[in-house]
């Protein structure tokens, strides 16, 4: 299986989360972890799937990665299976520290939703809902067993899906 998983990364978390997918990964895949300014056409032939992260920035994906998947044409994703990540805060961080941007939070959510949405409309198939990975502060460091989290996510969407 040929994957490619392509992130963002403002404070290194994100990029943390998508090499700890890409190892759970197992030898049995092909496996190519790119920070999305480096992905190239030939990056894109013959996937099976693609993963796609970022961090939460004003309740979306970074503008990088919403640019990188608009460049897909229509239906340019039929056929591969799709998954979508972000990194955040967790609603306890930021009813605690930031009382009103929960308010938005619940209005705007997170930056996977809009990924995955747009993997979809580019005809990718969504192997799982997107998924959170949890951060203490604005820089960082992620929480205790995200890293963990992330590659028993990984390992259950694509054992499912074989």
């Known amino acids: 299986m040929k ?3 392509v992130y963002d990364s403002v404070f290194g978390n994100t990029e943390k989360i998508a090499q ?3 190892n ?3 030898s049995q895949a092909d496996v190519n972890i ?3 300014g480096n992905v190239k056409q030939e990056n894109l032939r013959g996937l099976d799937a693609l993963i796609v992260g ?3 920035r004003a309740f979306k994906p970074t503008k990088a ?3 990188f998947l608009k460049g897909f ?3 340019g994703l039929m056929g591969v299976k799709v998954a979508a990540f972000d990194t955040r805060f967790t609603m306890e961080k930021i009813k605690s520290s930031f009382f009103m941007l929960s308010l938005f939070v619940n209005i705007f959510g997170y930056g996977a939703k809009p990924i995955s949405e747009i993997l979809k409309k580019k005809g990718g198939d969504l192997v799982a809902p997107p998924e959170g990975f949890f951060v203490e502060d604005v820089e960082g460091p ?3 067993g995200e890293i963990e989290r992330a590659a028993n996510w990984t390992k259950k969407i694509f054992e499912s899906k074989k």
């Open 142 to 144: 992620l929480k205790e």
């Open 24 to 26: 759970a990964m197992g």
């Open 34 to 36: 790119l920070r999305v």
């Open 54 to 56: 970022s961090p939460t």
């Open 3 to 5: 994957v490619l998983i």
């Open 20 to 22: 700890a997918i890409g």
């Open 73 to 75: 044409p229509k239906n």
């Open 65 to 67: 990665i919403t640019n």
